[in-house]
């Protein structure tokens, strides 16, 4: 698939590789190659990067490293690898937070006592996102119940996040 940014720049993914996951976000990627095309790599300090790429999934990461390298090579390459650890650290940092809030724990008692829908529903716009992502990045792809599983909550809370959103327009 491509994106035409500018002529120059194509955003270019080979759908088969993200057809069965759906924690992949095409507009989350498309976002972060605008920006990075239209500013280049150099303004961009080790931390600054690794913490705009820390927003994208693993799959999300690599697809946009093949773009980078292809269209900016050697330099592009190099700093990618140097800060993947610190965007690595900045993702685990990240869902380490949200796992020590009570947020997690409440979360974890509402998936055994088979509450979660009630308990979702209770939650804030920011709490749903932060438990999107520790269901977007605790996906076992290879595991099919893991999978279907996972699927359900993410798709419930999508649902949960667009619901409050449609709603919070329309009060404006």
Do not use: C, W
């Not at 976002?31 to 790599?41: D, K, P, S």
């Not at 992502?133 to 279907?148: A, C, L, P, Q």
């Not at 599983?149 to 999508?158: E, V």
């Amino acid at each position: 698939m491509y994106y035409d940014l500018e002529e120059s720049h194509v955003l270019t993914f080979d759908e088969e590789m993200v057809k069965d996951d759906f924690t992949f976000n095409r507009v989350r990627v498309k976002q972060v190659f605008a920006a990075i095309m239209e500013n280049g790599l150099d303004p961009f300090d080790d931390y600054g990067l690794a913490k705009l790429l820390s927003m994208l999934t693993n799959k999300e990461f690599e697809i946009l490293k093949t773009n980078l390298v292809e269209q900016f090579g050697f330099e592009a390459q190099y700093k990618l690898d140097k800060i993947e650890p610190l965007y690595r650290f900045f993702v685990e940092k990240e869902i380490r937070e949200i796992r020590k809030k009570d947020l997690y724990k409440f979360y974890i008692e509402a998936l055994h006592n088979g509450k979660y829908v009630e308990f979702f529903k209770s939650l804030s716009v920011e709490e749903l996102a932060d438990l999107k992502k520790i269901v977007v990045f605790n996906v076992d792809f290879k595991d099919s119940t893991n999978r279907s599983a996972s699927k359900k909550l993410f798709d419930f809370i999508t649902h949960e996040i667009r619901t409050r959103n449609i709603k919070k327009i329309a009060e404006v």
